[in-house]
Nanobody, 122 residues
Framework: QVQLVESGGGLVQAGGSLRLSCVASGRTFSSYTMGWFRQAPGKEREFVAIISWSGGRTYYADSVKGRFTISRDNAKNTVYLQMNSLFPEDTAVYYC???????????????WGKGTLVTVSS
């Protein structure tokens, strides 16, 4: 079992930056693919970024590539999402995820955090 707790959400102006953190509990954190998904008001939940257990492999949604960076610190059981050059369309609840496979499909994710709200003003 894995529990995930996000933090770092808040209100930021367009063009600004924000860093999200996710702390995982459990003895096997380092063996999971970790990720971030998001859900904007009135829209379906969507993939943002994932990172392999070693941190050596990452994959990003086209909408955030070049602006967002995912990283992890297994010693601290923590995964991060550095978000730069934010747009109003980035406004969403951001969810931390953990999965035993390399997947970007919402329906296949094993574990979800409760989410943290990011609001980008225009």
């Amino acid at each position: 079992q894995v529990q995930l707790v996000e933090s770092g959400g808040g209100l930021v102006q367009a063009g600004g930056s924000l860093r999200l953190s996710c702390v995982a509990s459990g003895r096997t954190f380092s063996s999971y693919t970790m990720g971030w998904f998001r859900q904007a008001p009135g829209k379906e939940r969507e993939f943002v970024a994932i990172i392999s257990w070693s941190g050596g492999r990452t994959y990003y949604a086209d909408s955030v590539k070049g602006r967002f960076t995912i990283s992890r610190d297994n010693a601290k059981n923590t995964v991060y999402l550095q978000m730069n050059s934010l747009f109003p369309e980035d406004t969403a609840v951001y969810y931390c995820t953990a999965d035993s496979t390399w997947t970007i499909h919402v329906k296949d994710i094993d574990y979800w955090g409760k989410g943290t709200l990011v609001t980008v003003s225009s």
